[in-house]
T-cell receptor, first 114, second 113 residues
Framework: AQSVTQPDIHITVSEGASLELRCNYS??????LFWYVQSPGQGLQLLLK??????LVQGIKGFEAEFKRSQSSFNLRKPSVHWSDAAEYFC????????????FGSGTRLSIRP | EAQVTQNPRYLITVTGKKLTVTCSQN?????MSWYRQDPGLGLRQIYY???????DKGDVPEGYKVSRKEKRNFPLILESPSPNQTSLYFCASSLLATPDTQYFGPGTRLTVL
């Protein structure tokens, strides 16, 4: 069955430090991949997506992610985090067939240390 | 302003009392869906709709109903709510039914006593 794994439930990094959030998926074909961010009390907002082409994708707020087919991974990175990046981050896979069917990971909560 | 709206934002109810959570989008999107968010489980899809009068089950449809009579509206109906439906609910829409960016509403926090 298709699944998305975010192995880190909670990560704390210092402001200005680099960040990497991990995401692994299980799916037979190349999926469509997304990262969403959820700020406290808010809905989800798209950070970036990968459908095809260049495996390193740039998103909003200085985030990027790299699709690695051999590792079934789509890790999210940011070179220098800001206090406003504190939020919950969700990796998602669209296993599109006749219609979109989106599977979300369980999320990684990011805290920023001043 | 392009947006997805949900009402109510907060709801406390009792077991068995029918309720409806409304969802409306003003972007002329074809695809709409409902998710529930529970701690440690991420978001799970309840129902989705590819267009007017076309709906289908997601991963956790038991206890829920939906309808899509108009393109902009996609209400979620709990005919006999139970405590295990206490959750945070999100409506989302996208332009097409093919892989596309989902636009999420602000969420409805439901408590069933």
């Amino acid at each position: 069955a298709q699944s998305v794994t975010q192995p880190d439930i909670h990560i704390t990094v210092s402001e200005g430090a680099s960040l990497e959030l991990r995401c692994n998926y299980s799916y037979g074909a190349t999926p469509y991949l997304f990262w969403y961010v959820q700020s406290p009390g808010q809905g989800l907002q798209l950070l970036l997506k990968y459908f095809s082409g260049d495996t390193l994708v740039q998103g909003i707020k200085g985030f990027e992610a790299e699709f690695k087919r051999s590792q079934s991974s789509f890790n999210l990175r940011k070179p220098s985090v800001h206090w406003s990046d504190a939020a919950e981050y969700f990796c998602a896979v669209d296993v599109y067939s006749s219609a979109s069917k989106i599977i979300f990971g369980s999320g990684t909560r990011l805290s920023i240390r001043p | 302003e392009a947006q997805v709206t949900q009402n109510p934002r907060y709801l406390i109810t009792v077991t068995g009392k029918k309720l409806t959570v409304t969802c409306s989008q003003n972007m002329n999107h074809e695809y709409m869906s409902w998710y529930r968010q529970d701690p440690g489980l991420g978001l799970r899809q309840i129902y989705y709709s590819m267009n007017v009068e076309v709906t289908d089950k997601g991963d956790v449809p038991e206890g829920y109903k939906v309808s899509r009579k108009e393109k902009r509206n996609f209400p979620l109906i709990l005919e006999s709510p139970s405590p295990n439906q206490t959750s945070l609910y999100f409506c989302a829409s996208s332009l097409l039914a093919t892989p596309d960016t989902q636009y999420f509403g602000p969420g409805t926090r439901l408590t069933v006593l």
